[in-house]
């Protein structure tokens, strides 16, 4: 498996509009527009910092894993993305070697990005994204 960056972190907001104020108006990045994911029930939204980027998420319904996410923790840092060369074999070898997988197929992200999650359980309690672009 390669991994080639991390391609960004994921934080979890209660409002994305909110939100802007820290991120563009008092750090000065740069807000690449919002895209909602239907499937995850969640508005994302990108600022590139370098040859990363941070994802605001919002959930869009009170049952979406982002707003169970803020239930549980509070708004904070909810995943890490890690940009891989090919995600498929990322995952078969991460299953291979004992990591569990909460997507075992890849899925489509924000950005056209194919991605999948592996479970916290098997990663120090952190929620890792992988993504192929
Ligand atoms: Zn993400």
């Known amino acids: 498996m390669k991994i080639l960056k991390i391609n960004h972190i994921g934080i979890a907001v ?9 991120w563009e108006g008092i750090l000065g990045l740069s807000f690449e527009g919002s895209e909602t994911v ?12 370098g040859e990363s980027e941070v994802e605001l998420l919002e959930s ?23 940009q891989v060369e090919n995600i498929e074999a990322a995952l078969a070898e ?29 990663t120090n309690g952190v929620l890792v994204e992988l993504c192929e672009k």
């Open 60 to 82: 869009t319904a009170p049952d979406g894993p982002v707003a169970k996410y803020i239930e549980k923790k509070g708004q904070g840092i909810q995943h890490v993305a890690f």
């Open 94 to 122: 991460l299953k291979e070697k004992g990591i569990r997988l909460i997507d075992e197929k890849p899925r489509k992200g924000a950005g056209g990005a194919m991605i999948a999650f592996l479970h916290p359980k098997s």
């Open 14 to 22: 209660n409002s994305i509009e909110e939100s802007k104020n820290f």
């Open 38 to 49: 239907e499937e995850q029930k969640v508005t994302t939204a990108f600022f590139p910092v």
